[in-house]
């Protein structure tokens, strides 16, 4: 089975021209950056939402012209085409930089060296708490690919920001451990995250509040807004994550 059965023929898809082998584009829009269809990426989207996280918005993506397309007789022909894009998020005038670009990366304490390029203390409080809106999706979601796929943003005024959230397709794989890497801090084990949130106690806060989250719920919401076919996907797959994600987050809040 493969992931992009998952779209009825009444599934919204985006019909762009690939330019290469990340972007492609529409006519009077943004560029569109894509990439192998994973319906992680429309899951931890959902999951952002719930929290208020930035994240982009994905959507199915189609590359052919419209006249050829009118003329497949099974949609599935072209179905190796189907990926998953996003437009451009970047604003004009704001800097949007990689950890691994930034000078201090991988130093000790980076993770206080980041909060010292704000603005202010009110820079730095709103700063602290997009960090750790997107530490705890990803910490509950098992994220095993953050460092380097998150954009810092420096805007004209001075302010620093985390940039919109992407790519979750390494997510929901029951056996991540208790590992987690992000640009400036690695947590190993338990004890980790425990005296991290000594220093920075709303992290209790935000991971609390996934032990609410009803993830078969969430899957189901993202079908019916984008017209997905969940019939051939593992649902039980993500039951035992939740189960498993679940026990650690109650380890972690001890």
Known sequence: MHEFEIIYKRTPIVLAKRKNEAIA????MPLIYHKDFDLNEFICVELAKVRGVRSVEY?????DSIENSLKIRNFFD???AIRVGSFDFKEDGVMYVTGPSLPFYGKEND???????????????????????TYALDIYSGQLDRPSNMYYEFYPDG????????????SFESGFGDFYEADFHIF???????????KYPSL????????????????WKVA????????????????????????????ILR
């Open 25 to 28: 584009t529409f006519p009077g």
């Open 59 to 63: 959507f199915p993506v189609l590359f």
């Open 78 to 80: 072209k179905c190796l």
């Open 111 to 133: 993770f206080e060296l980041l909060l010292s390029m704000c603005l202010d203390d009110e820079n730095r409080e709103i700063f602290i708490d997009e960090l750790l809106e």
């Open 159 to 170: 302010e620093v920001h985390v940039s919109k959230m992407f790519d979750f397709e390494q």
């Open 188 to 198: 190993r084990e338990i004890s980790d995250y425990q005296e991290f949130m000594v």
């Open 204 to 219: 209790k806060d935000k991971l609390k509040s996934y032990l609410d989250v009803d993830l078969e719920r969430i899957i």
């Open 224 to 251: 019916l807004s984008r017209k997905f076919n969940l019939s051939k996907i593992d649902m039980d797959k993500y039951k035992r994550f939740d189960e498993y994600t679940h026990k650690k987050l109650e380890k």
